[in-house]
């Protein structure tokens, strides 16, 4: 098996986000959700269309990680939050001391990567 790990669907969100559009995925009732998907989490609908999001979200709430998975084993410590963007929410990593971030804080999505192992993830910048 091959060390490079792709997640169809997910890649491609990723690099959405790095290219500054980021999307999610929309039935035709509305309820949005982030790649991967195939079906709609809450009515179970297959008809699925990208829908742009906003680049500027809400922290909803975070914590401190110190006690990290293997694959995060040199990041720590961490700030980890869910963001809400519209009606989408993302969870990422803080890229700001725990001292500066509150609950309610404005913070923008982005792209980063894991000391650890390299590889991509969600990060939320201080708006």
Known sequence: MSDEITNDGYDQALEAI???EPYALECPDGHQSMP????C??????N???VEIPTTGELLTYNVTHVPTPDFADDVPYVLGIAEFDDVRLTGRVQADAEEVDVGTPVEVGLGESETTERPLVVFELA
Do not use: D, K, T, Y
């Open 48 to 50: 699925l269309e990208e």
């Open 18 to 20: 790095e290219n500054g």
């Open 41 to 46: 989490p809450e009515c179970g609908s297959g």
């Open 36 to 39: 991967p998907r195939r079906v």
